[in-house]
């Protein structure tokens, strides 16, 4: 059975405070790992999808980056409008039908 | 705007009370899903259809059945309501292939009491 784990809960950093979400999974078979930002009362939105190890995409503060067993979401700089929930899944190769599994994500919250 | 549209946005049912949770996309995506969300647990996934015509069990399908009505719509039905399935359901869609993320609702909050 898939799992992930994302690491921490919660973190309360500074505007401009730099750091990183860990996302630790075991799968039988990578396809992709996705992240997604989550804010309170909306659906999930899509941010990034890695294929392999040592990949890395960014899109504006946030940098994702994949090794064989995790995923790190770094922010740089962040500013309050970061503040969200952020999700990890993975997809497993092997089917047909591209289920993700997630995380209990972890709740960012940047103070000005 | 187009995306995933789920109603309602919130609901409070008895026990032993059915209901149904609608869903709707318009990005003519070929795959659709339904998640629960949970606090502490994360998103488990409770059936899916990977295109019209088929439906398929997810992590926690016990005490729902689904319908994919077409390929727009893909509708939850609780048949009796129980405390345990208090929680925030999101229907999401994607296309098919493994660099689509998924397109998510913005959720039902149903309350069971």
């Known amino acids: 059975e898939d799992q992930v784990t994302q690491s921490p809960e919660a973190l309360r950093l500074q505007e401009g405070e730099s750091s990183s979400l860990n996302c630790s999974y075991t799968?039988?078979?990578?396809?992709?790992l996705f992240w997604y930002r989550q804010d309170p009362g909306k659906g999930p939105e899509f941010l990034f999808t890695?294929?392999?190890a040592g990949e890395e995409k960014e899109k504006e503060r946030l940098k994702a980056t994949l090794t064989k067993k995790e995923s790190f979401l770094h922010i740089t700089a962040p500013k309050p409008e970061d503040s969200a929930t952020y999700l990890c899944?993975?997809?497993?190769?092997?089917?047909?039908?591209?289920?993700?599994?997630f995380g209990a994500g972890t709740t960012v919250t940047v103070r000005a | 705007n187009a995306g995933v549209t789920q109603t309602p946005k919130f609901q409070v049912l008895k026990t032993g009370q059915s209901m149904t949770l609608q869903c709707a996309q318009d990005?003519?995506?070929?795959?659709m899903y339904w998640y629960r969300q949970d606090p502490g647990m994360g998103l488990r996934l409770i059936y899916y259809?990977?295109?019209?015509?088929?439906?398929d069990k997810g992590e926690v399908p016990n005490g729902y059945n689904v319908s994919r009505l077409n390929k727009r719509e893909f509708s939850l039905r609780l048949e009796s309501a129980a405390p345990s399935q208090t929680s925030v359901y999101f229907c999401?869609?994607?296309?098919?292939?493994?660099?689509?993320?998924?397109?998510f609702g913005s959720g039902t909050r149903l309350t069971v009491v």
């Open positions: 999401a869609s994607s296309e098919t292939g493994p660099s689509y993320g998924y397109t």
């Open positions: 799968v039988s078979g990578l396809r992709g």
């Open positions: 890695l294929y392999s």
């Open positions: 899944a993975v997809q497993r190769t092997g089917s047909n039908d591209y289920k993700l599994s």
């Open positions: 990005m003519n995506h070929n795959s």
């Open positions: 259809s990977a295109s019209e015509g088929t439906t």
